[in-house]
């Protein structure tokens, strides 16, 4: 596998300091480790519930870009039903990413929809409506491809779309949520996601973290921005 897709700027940026880095890892495999006792048996109850529901895999695995542009790959729970033709959603991206797609409304409320409701699964909506789709990611904060807190990450041909200022977002660790999740996700453009990923870069600390960590929490309880 590539270690690196894309090559950044060489004048790298001060993000954070290191002490700060040693303690985030810290508090990432101390809060997965401590979670995963109690979610494994919910996460084997939800592979086999996505097996009866629809022809395919459990788990969907796709390479991701990541920290200084290093690629991984990362694991959800299938939502989308399995082999499908994924041309449109590429097209749809890559003209978000540019700030040529306008926003839909769905149950009164502006979001941005790459796919159509044909496309998920019946499991599949629950999963994203709860983001219980995201859990398998706890191993990619165990191998330290992600954090718990961090932008959120794209695909190659997601950032091959990229206007240069939005490369920033790439000099941090990918999280499973992050300062965006929190302030719309599917109902704000990318300009402002990548606004959002780019001031927590800038302004990253452990309060900050928890304080994104809690408002995630709260948010997908109330069932507020999945999809």
């Known amino acids: 596998m590539e270690s690196t897709v894309f090559i950044l700027s060489q004048t790298k940026k001060a993000y954070s300091s290191p002490s700060y880095h040693f303690f985030k890892r810290m508090f990432d495999l101390t809060c997965t480790l401590a979670v995963l006792p109690f979610v494994l048996p919910l996460m084997a109850l939800i592979a086999l519930i996505i097996r009866f529901d629809s022809p395919g895999p459990a788990l969907f695995k796709q390479k991701r870009v990541g920290k200084n542009g290093k690629l991984f790959e990362i694991y959800k729970f299938r939502s989308m039903v399995h082999r499908l033709d994924d041309s449109y959603h590429r097209a749809f991206m890559k003209a978000f990413i540019q700030g040529q797609i306008d926003e839909t409304s769905v149950e009164g409320k502006k979001v941005f929809k790459p ?51 939005h490369y920033e977002r790439l000099e941090v660790l990918p999280g499973i949520t992050g300062l965006a999740q929190i302030n719309g996700r599917s109902s704000i453009s990318f300009d402002k996601i990548a606004q959002y990923d780019i001031e927590y870069a800038r302004n990253q600390n452990l309060w900050l973290d928890l304080r994104i960590l809690w408002k995630t929490f709260t948010a997908v309880i109330e069932k507020n921005g999945a999809g």
């Open 115 to 165: 796919f159509s409701d044909s496309q998920v699964t019946r499991v599949g909506r629950f999963l994203r409506k709860t983001s219980l789709d995201e859990l398998p990611q706890l191993f990619n904060v165990l191998k330290g491809d992600m954090s718990l807190i961090g932008p959120r990450p794209n695909v190659p041909w997601e950032v091959e779309a990229y206007k240069p200022w």
